[in-house]
């Protein structure tokens, strides 16, 4: 929402002379700020935890998915990154391949890309065949008996070139997923919060009848004020629960957090930053795509 937003700093100064607490105690921002949250997401992700940074926002998610389907493998497309963490390292293709390499729970899937990829915008069923090199990816995985425990994804791949997934998609690959008792995440930490200007969170392009069983969120929830925060189903979350060993974390959703985390859903509201990203986004690519036309070099506009 930009940088030193007043609406931003005035929310975390006043809460700040007040009181900020660690998340043992009770306080309404915690609850305010969920609800406000749920209203932009489907229904049926209905239950937030909330951390400190989109690294451990991913982590948690990790363990939510391990936990709740017991299995332990995990799909990813290639060149990911997906946090810092040494967990997120080992599914980041974009990282591990410069460090010690894949790990043997580590599966990687081509990027959807129909512009570089290997089904192209001449192929007839680009969305099919790449959603098939997942089917290929877990059945070669039962073949060895490893199970998959989620597909962990970006929303709108953006270290591997802000590479827009074909519509169709993620439908067609949650249900492979599933079907092999996987889950499906769904990392908004680049991309969510309007950024796509159409739709709130980026995964949404792919049809209102897509619904991710994880939403990861970091960078842009608090304006560059360390909040994040994960998403998910009362099912995943019931069965994280039943192992009697709560999720804590000290400042995760602390007063101030919350009250910053509000402050932001108000100001994308109040500047109708998301119709602003529409309209800015439509006018840059209309002159790109001109550009295009005129200069062979130019390949593809993103």
Known sequence: VGHCHPDIVKAAHEQNQLLNTNSRYLHDNLVDYAERLSKTLPEKLCTF?????GSEANDLALRLARQY????DVIVLDHAYHGHLTSLID???YKFRNLEGQKEWVHVAPVPDTYRGIYREDHEDSVTAYANEV?????????????????FVESLPSVGGQVIPPAGY?????????KAGGIFIADEIQVGFGRVGKHFWAFQLQGEDFIPDIVTMGKPIGNGHPIACVA???????????????YFNTFGGNPVSCAVGLAVLDVIEKEHLQAHATEVGNF???LLNQQKIKHPIIGDVR
């Open 284 to 286: 840059l690519m209309n």
């Open 170 to 178: 993620f439908q067609k690959v949650a249900e492979h997923v599933h």
């Open 91 to 93: 599914i980041s293709p």
């Open 232 to 246: 998910t189903t009362k099912e995943v979350a019931e069965a994280f629960a039943a192992t009697g060993v709560e």
């Open 69 to 72: 389907t017991k299995h332990e």
């Open 49 to 53: 935890y909330f951390l400190n940074s």
């Open 135 to 151: 089917k290929h990816i877990i059945e070669q995985a039962h073949e060895r008996g490893r199970k998959i425990a989620a597909f």
